[in-house]
T-cell receptor, first 115, second 111 residues
């Protein structure tokens, strides 16, 4: 099962709000990822979780806080964001693990707008 | 430095007009080259993995090939539903979980 479900699909928030993005998948994985994608640009890696532990943080500002409560869930907590953080946030999983990082299965993304 | 370059940036085809997209890469110790398709507002969809020069993979009207310096995505007799952005990516040389994506080629197929 390669399905990855992200909620919400759309989110509008003010710069003082706290919100969370959720990602859920089933049937196993070894690594899960958060990517950020701006319009007409490729996805940019933010975080990687391997076996539910944070393995990579691509120097992401602390206003983004990832969490992996269990093997099926990945959250991205948002606080005090800036308008330039508006983007499509993508969750992905790989069955092959962090060393086999190319075959990723992405969710449909959460479109975030920061006012 | 690891690098992936895709060309052209945009491609317009008439339905049935075959063409190719290019992905040039510079990476030490290639551990796979990956093609994705992305529809507007959606997450990328995995298409192919290629590991060694000379390898080919096919899916419907798409065929991906790999040399030591580049990969091609050949589209044969495209249909309007093939319109999308096509991304190629390679893993970063250091053994971490990062993919280096190209900027993508946006394909539009007109009926």
């Amino acid at each position: 099962d390669t399905e990855v479900t992200q909620t919400p699909k759309h989110l509008v928030m003010g710069m003082t709000n706290k919100k969370s993005l959720k990602c859920e998948q089933h049937m196993g994985h070894r690594a899960m990822y958060w990517y950020k994608q701006k319009a007409k640009k490729p996805p940019e890696l933010m975080f990687v979780y391997s076996y539910e532990k944070l393995s990579i943080n691509e120097s992401v500002p602390s206003r983004f806080s990832p969490e992996c409560p269990n093997s099926s869930l990945l959250n991205l907590h948002l606080h005090a964001l800036q308008p330039e953080d508006s983007a499509l946030y993508l969750c992905a999983k790989s069955v092959g693990g962090i060393g086999n990082t190319g075959e990723l299965f992405f969710g449909e993304g959460s479109r975030l707008t920061v006012l | 430095e690891d690098q992936v370059t895709q060309s052209p940036e945009a491609l317009r085809l008439q339905e049935g007009e075959s063409s190719s997209l290019n992905c040039s890469y510079t990476v030490s110790g290639l551990r796979g080259l990956f093609w994705y398709r992305q529809d507007p507002g959606k997450g990328p969809e995995f298409l192919f993995t290629l590991y060694s020069a000379g390898e080919e993979k096919e899916k419907e009207r798409l065929k991906a090939t790999l040399t030591k310096k580049e990969s091609f995505l050949h589209i044969t007799a495209p249909k309007p539903e093939d319109s999308a952005t096509y991304l190629c990516a390679v893993p970063r040389s250091s053994n971490t979980g990062k993919l280096i994506f190209g900027q993508g080629t946006t394909l539009q197929v007109k009926p």
